[in-house]
């Protein structure tokens, strides 16, 4: 009798991701995250808005006209005009440059000031380390807006004051996170290595150091932009930040709440710009983070 022949044995497919997976992780960054694409195709929009005015807006921004005075939006005026004629359309074109000017600047400045205090809590220790920490943690303590509004009452109004004054308010959370970055950092084996080679320390700190805390740095950045410009609208809406006729969007917002009853358009269109643009710069910010900081990819 003959025996049966053995079944074949089940092909076993190749280790490795499989087809889907691969195919997600080969397609781009783009087509993943659609909300991403929108809002960085909006925040472009808006910075060549800025870099272009000139260009762009269709009338002067401070130009005053008393026969143009609150008009609805209408063909010559798109949308609409102000209590002193103002074109609102040129004036929320110019208001995006100060915006993104004074955002970008003010978060560089707490970007470097957190970066030197970060890394000399994280690299000296004892005492020193000690007092910077309470330093940054009394800092912490205040919310962004408050410390802003101290820094202007000393420095004054004005654009160059309210990137200084937002700027400084924001070095208490990137210190923290440099901090906590070098800490992990000075701990692994490559860092130790390289004074068992007895590698010059600063030269240990600049080429192992510092390479590893800048890029969590610069994610850190973009997520803080759109706070820095809310933090600057803000002080501008208070009555304590850019100071008339500068197209400040918070300062539009602010002039237009008196009228809004009968002329909405004057803070509602300001005010509709700066909300996109927040909106569009946190979920750009947000993408980048999970995107590419190593400790947002550990948890996934």
Known sequence: MTAK????????????????????????????????????????????????????????????????????????????????????????????????????????????????????????????????????????????????????????????????????SMIGPFSRTVRADVMQVRVQGFVEAAHLMSIPYLQVVWRHVLPNVIFPLAVQVTIRISEAILVSSSLSFLGIGVTPPTPDWGLMIAEGRDFVSFAPWMAAMPGFALALLLIALSIVGDGIREEFDPKGRRGS
């Not at 659609?34 to 808005?49: M, N, Q």
């Not at 272009?52 to 798109?78: E, K, N, R, W």
């Open 5 to 168: 022949a053995a079944p074949a044995p089940a092909t076993v497919p190749p280790a490795g991701p499989s087809g889907n997976g691969a195919a997600r992780g080969k397609r781009s960054m783009f087509r993943r995250r659609p909300f991403f694409t929108v809002a960085l195709i909006v925040s472009l929009a808006y910075i060549l808005g800025a870099i272009f005015a000139p260009l762009v807006a269709p009338y002067d921004p401070v130009a005053q006209s008393i026969d143009a005075m609150m008009q609805p939006p209408t063909g010559a005026h798109p949308l609409g005009t102000d209590s002193y004629g103002q074109d609102i359309l040129s004036r929320v074109i110019f208001g995006a440059r100060y915006a993104l000017i004074i955002g970008f600047c003010s978060v560089l400045i707490g970007a470097v000031g957190g970066l030197i205090i970060g890394l000399a809590a994280g690299l000296s220790g004892g005492w020193l380390e000690w007092a910077l920490m309470r330093l940054i943690d009394s800092i912490l303590a205040l919310p962004s807006l408050i410390l802003a509004v101290a820094f202007i009452a000393i420095l004054g109004q004005g654009v160059d004051k309210v990137v200084i004054a937002v700027g400084l």
